[in-house]
């Protein structure tokens, strides 16, 4: 499967933002899909992830109630619905997707094999 996020820019805090990840290639059904980001200078982190089979979403605490993730089947897209962004939210942002990840692993990168390229979300105060 190919992923191509889209969506970032700069907005100020407190604003919102909608990020894509269209894919192709293959049909997401197959996929659990995630979202990361790594800020400069930083690791890069879980934010977001849908789990397949289960159809669960699962949150990092940072972003736990101001962002959301979904899923578009018929679309075959992803979203990540970002609100009450903040200056620390500001990160290069990435959708994965991978078939075999585990729960136990899924809030960990180098457990996805597909990646879009990222897209950079600033957040001004």
């Known amino acids: 499967v190919q992923l191509q996020a889209s969506g970032g820019g700069m907005v100020q805090a407190g604003g919102s933002l909608r990020l894509p990840c269209a894919a192709s290639?293959?049909?997401?059904?197959?996929?659990?899909m995630g979202w990361f980001r790594q800020a400069p200078g930083k690791e890069r982190e879980f934010v977001a992830v849908f789990r397949r089979n289960a159809d669960r979403t699962y949150y990092a605490d940072s972003v736990k109630g101001r962002f959301t993730i979904s899923r578009d089947y018929a679309r075959n897209m992803v979203y990540l619905q970002m609100d009450s962004l903040k200056p620390e939210d500001t990160a290069v942002y990435y959708c994965?997707?991978?078939?075999?990840?585990?729960?136990?692993?899924?809030?960990?990168?180098?457990?996805?094999?597909?990646w879009g390229q990222g897209t950079l979300v600033t957040v001004s105060s």
């Open positions: 290639g293959d049909t997401l059904r197959r996929y659990t």
């Open positions: 994965a997707a991978d078939q075999g990840v585990t729960l136990s692993a899924i809030t960990i990168w180098n457990q996805y094999d597909y």
